[in-house]
């Protein structure tokens, strides 16, 4: 079993659809987690960034913590085809400095 | 801020042959990370520089590779004789606190 397992898709959604993203995670003491968006050949670009548990926004994003599930979510409101893209979750223990990544979930917005 | 910057974009190479990339981070980042990425798989953590000290270093990165921080600003990541399951993208972020990486463009390496 991986650490962090994310569905690879494709998620296939129309334009202007909420679209919920998902990582679940095996690791009890991981603590901070990113949430990472990635077009074709490129470096992943970073989204949000949170600690422990909670939500926190930014713009048409929302990230959802929920260690007690050990289950995490990215929520897109108002989905444009700029936002398709490979979206990667990733998290980490207190005291290291190594994130682990999911494998990413394909996101298509259809226009 | 320029960003974080990887040299080469690509690179083509014969199996058995020597390779180093080079990495310039965000200038006020002291923390520099490689990782490396296969097509349909996540970016997998090989090395962390905290200004010039590589302080830890993934089971991935074989004798074959080494990894280097002179001076605490650019680095280098070299690998040996390669293989052709070294065929990824080469991937180098920084950050100035835990958490939040910036990561480059990569370096796509293919070995044939």
């Known amino acids: 079993q991986k650490e962090v397992e994310q569905d690879p898709g494709p998620l296939s959604v129309p334009e202007g659809a909420i679209v919920s993203l998902n990582c679940t995670y095996s690791?009890?003491?991981?603590?901070?987690f990113m949430w990472y968006r990635q077009y074709s050949r490129k470096g992943p670009e970073l989204l949000m960034y949170?600690?422990?548990?909670g939500n926190k926004e930014d713009g048409r994003f929302t990230a959802q913590v929920d260690k007690s599930s050990k289950y995490i979510s990215l929520f897109i409101r108002d989905s444009q085809p700029s936002d398709s893209a490979t979206y990667l979750c990733?998290?980490?223990?207190?005291?290291?400095?190594?994130?682990?990544f999911g494998t990413g979930t394909r996101l298509k917005v259809l226009a | 801020d320029t960003g974080v910057s990887q040299d080469p974009r690509h690179k083509i190479t014969k199996r058995g042959q020597n390779v180093t990339f080079r990495c310039d981070p965000i200038?006020?980042?002291?923390?520099l990370y490689w990782y490396r990425q296969t097509l349909g798989q996540g970016p997998e953590f090989l090395t962390y520089?905290?200004?010039?000290?590589?302080?830890?270093k993934s089971r991935l990165l074989s004798d074959r590779f080494s990894a280097e921080r002179p001076k605490g600003s650019f680095s280098t990541l070299e690998i040996q004789r390669t293989e052709q399951g070294d065929s990824a993208m080469y991937l180098c972020?920084?950050?100035?606190?835990?958490?939040?990486?910036?990561f480059g463009s990569g370096t796509r390496l293919t070995v044939v």
């Open positions: 200038s006020e980042h002291n923390r």
């Open positions: 972020a920084s950050s100035l606190v835990e958490g939040g990486y910036t």
């Open positions: 520089f905290q200004n010039e000290a590589q302080l830890e």
């Open positions: 949170t600690y422990s548990s």
């Open positions: 990733a998290m980490t223990a207190s005291g290291t400095y190594k994130y682990i």
């Open positions: 690791n009890s003491a991981f603590q901070y």
